[in-house]
């Protein structure tokens, strides 16, 4: 994977645009995980790609309740 691929999408589309995947247990948890912290994006925008965008989708809009 080319580097700087994140940032590009995240700046293209948006980190709320993006949910997290690893293709795992096929193929390494790590590679994937690795790109995404250590991409040179926010910390808000890591966690809403890592974990908040598909909480939202499954639960709705977190803190909303």
């Not at 994006?41 to 989708?57: T, V």
């Amino acid at each position: 994977c080319v580097g700087g691929m994140v940032e590009t999408v995240v700046g293209a589309a948006g980190a709320g645009q993006l949910l997290f995947g690893s293709n795992s247990p096929e193929f390494s948890f790590e590679a994937p995980l690795g790109l995404v912290t250590r991409a040179e994006i926010s910390a808000a925008d890591r966690a809403c790609i890592l974990g908040r965008n598909a909480l939202e989708r499954l639960l709705g809009k977190v803190g909303s309740r």
